[in-house]
């Protein structure tokens, strides 16, 4: 375990303390633009204005999207910006300015086209059918995440970051693919309806931040295990064997599928809410009908509060999944202790806090904290180890 500085116990507090400040409050300011546009008349301003300026409506939309989504970034960039130094200040930045601010720029574009094209079909959704509307957005957003789920790995991440398929062929990678291709093998033995895998990719993490990350990505012909190559220099290959195994347990569990669905159930309250907003709010916030655009920011107040109140949900169900993960990957190599060993690292790696205050982890962490996954595996382990002793 090498590090340029050893790690003070209190470094991994003051980084989590540093970025929930910064998380919230970036988020109460978001919350607060949005509110003001809504009622200080300024959303209905613009939105008359890019009416006059371009009359056809699915123009106006585009103009009045542009203005807003400029004046939203510029807003935030002092917010990522403050993210960046938190990073610096705690030795996790590895990425040069340039290659920050070319991220930004590919940040912006993308959200660009995607929201461009979301917000034009639902306003176009709103004017043709305004009492169904919503249901008919929620079906276009469930099938737009089934695609993103699915391009995400192919698409989006090389956007951002550089992968690389590993193979036995590459002298480098042939020790812990073989072992890993072992694993799965073992694994789709044991369990035939375990979906093919399409690979093991090498994710360059490490050229932008000393982090390290596994996942499971992509659905159907896209789905592969990404590991970070920070992870693959730190971890032993049975270590990364075992984390390998926690991201099979996603796939044996279809966690992806899960995710997506529970996604989608709220999303559709999402929608129906914002239906609800639209008609009841509308008209006190100087709205001409429900499909005015200067309602926008209104269903972006109705998504970004109702995922902030759902947030410990949601939470709580990938912790869940997490949870699961990491029992299938005990059972798979039989031991606890590789993937234990792997998670120490991954916390070390990612200044995570070991033990956050209770309240903490239950509305703010996706997966458990690593004393809790410690010690489950522990407990996992213990009983492993009993239930031999006896028998
Ligand atoms: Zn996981």
Redesign the pocket.
Known sequence: MAHDTPIQPSQPQAYARAKLRLSLLSGAMDLALLVLLLTTGASVGLARWSAGMAPPWPLQTLLYLAVLGAGLTLAGLPWDWLKRRVEIRFGLNRQSLASWWGDQAKGVALGAVLLGVAVELVYWLLHASPGHWWLWAWAGFAVFMVVMAQLGPVVLLPIFFKMRPMSEENERDAPVVSRLLTAYARQKAANPKLPRLHGIFEWKLGEKSAKANAALTGLGRTRRVIISDTLLEASTPEEIEAVFL??LG?HVHADIWQGLAFQSGLSLLGFWLAAEALRALGPGLGLRGIADIAGLPLLALVFSGLSLLLLPAANGFTRR??RR?DDYSFAALGTAAPLIAGLEKLAEKNLAEREPARWKEFLLYS?PSIATRIRRGRSWQERQSGSIGLG
Request: charged share 30%; glycine share 0%; aromatic share 0%.
């Open positions: 926690h991201e996603h999944m997490e993960a997966h």
